[in-house]
């Protein structure tokens, strides 16, 4: 069965950070790497930030610098720690799979960065 289910949204300051977490279901997170996306409003959702099953990761390169992804393989958690945050990192954050071949998506986690 495929779940994920997404935590740690928030309101926050320009320059503030939050943690997302991300739980999935055990049978989907030890076999895939894993990804959190974003989707803006009227925008695309775009992906964010992927991480292999033995810890390689790679970045958009809009968060480089700023967003760290990490996952805990006896948790079935992946978390994005993202600092420095921008207006322009507003957005509905969601974790699954690269390029998943199901149309489900957890509910996504809201962050807004605002003053």
């Known amino acids: 069965q495929v779940q994920f289910v997404e935590s740690g949204g928030g309101l926050v300051q320009p320059g503030g950070s939050l943690r997302l977490s991300c739980a999935a279901s055990?049978?989907?997170?030890?076999?895939?790497?894993m990804c959190w996306y974003r989707q803006a409003p009227g925008k695309q959702r775009e992906l964010v930030a992927s991480i292999t099953i033995g810890g390689s990761t790679n970045y958009a390169d809009s968060v480089k610098g700023r967003f760290t992804i990490s996952r805990d393989n006896t948790r079935n958690t992946v978390d994005l720690q993202m600092n420095s945050l921008k207006p322009e990192d507003t957005a509905v954050y969601y974790c699954n799979v690269p390029a998943p071949s199901w149309r489900y998506w957890g509910q996504g986690t809201q962050v807004t960065v605002s003053s």
């Open positions: 055990r049978s989907i997170f030890s076999v895939h790497a």
